[in-house]
């Protein structure tokens, strides 16, 4: 059974800050990651979804890599900024028919300025 | 501007009375998926469809329906609702599934009392 891990469960970082959020996952035959944010009252944001037979994805400061044989993807968020408050998540399919997503509990992130 | 649009934001009712929470998306998705997000339990999948008049359960159906007679629309139903069902939910949609970037809704806070 995929089970997906968001460690820690809570960051707090000064603003300019390099950050890495970190997401685990136990069955390594996955298709593809996605990364999502979630602001406090509103739905999820998908941010980058990373293949599985890509290492990495960028979008702007953020870079998503994706190590399948250690079970795990890492979200780099570069010169943090308070507006990158938010809860991230992470998000496996489970099948190959891409129907279920297996979701991280998510790590709650609060930048001050 | 493409959305997918869930009404209504907040929902009080009482045990037993049948009620719908609707959504809909206007970029042509194949796929809509519910879910609902509790503490300490993340996202779970409600039901999916993967095509008009195509739906099936994901991991947590009891006491849910759904519908998908047209592309754009996919109602959750409950039909009797008890307080156990207290949670928040969001709808969500894609063009393939988890291979595509999912796109969700703003959610419904459903309190069943």
């Known amino acids: 059974k995929q089970e997906v891990t968001q460690i820690p469960a809570a960051l707090s970082v000064p603003e300019g800050e390099n950050l890495v959020l970190n997401c685990s996952f136990t069955d390594s035959a996955i298709y593809n990651l996605q990364w999502f944010r979630q602001d406090p009252g509103k739905g999820l944001t998908s941010l980058l979804l990373?293949?599985?037979?890509?290492r990495e994805q960028t979008s702007g400061r953020l870079n998503a890599s994706l190590d399948k044989s250690s079970g795990r993807s890492t979200l780099y968020i570069a010169a943090s900024q308070p507006g990158d408050s938010a809860t991230y998540l992470c998000a496996v399919p489970l099948n190959t028919g891409f129907q279920k997503l297996v979701f991280g509990t998510g790590t709650r992130l609060l930048v001050s300025p | 501007e493409a959305q997918v649009t869930q009404n209504p934001r907040y929902l009080i009712t009482v045990t037993g009375k049948k009620l719908t929470v609707t959504c809909s998306q206007n970029?042509?998705?194949?796929?809509m998926s519910w879910y609902r997000q509790d503490p300490g339990l993340g996202l779970r999948q409600i039901y999916y469809?993967?095509?008009?008049?195509?739906?099936d359960k994901g991991d947590v159906p009891e006491g849910y329906k759904v519908s998908r007679k047209e592309k754009r629309n996919f109602p959750l139903i409950l039909e009797s609702p008890s307080p156990n069902q207290t949670s928040l939910y969001f709808c969500a949609s894609s063009f393939r599934g988890g291979n595509s970037p999912l796109h969700f809704g703003n959610g419904t806070r459903l309190t069943v009392t």
């Open positions: 469809s993967m095509n008009v008049e195509v739906t």
């Open positions: 990373i293949q599985s037979s890509q």
């Open positions: 970029m042509n998705h194949e796929y």
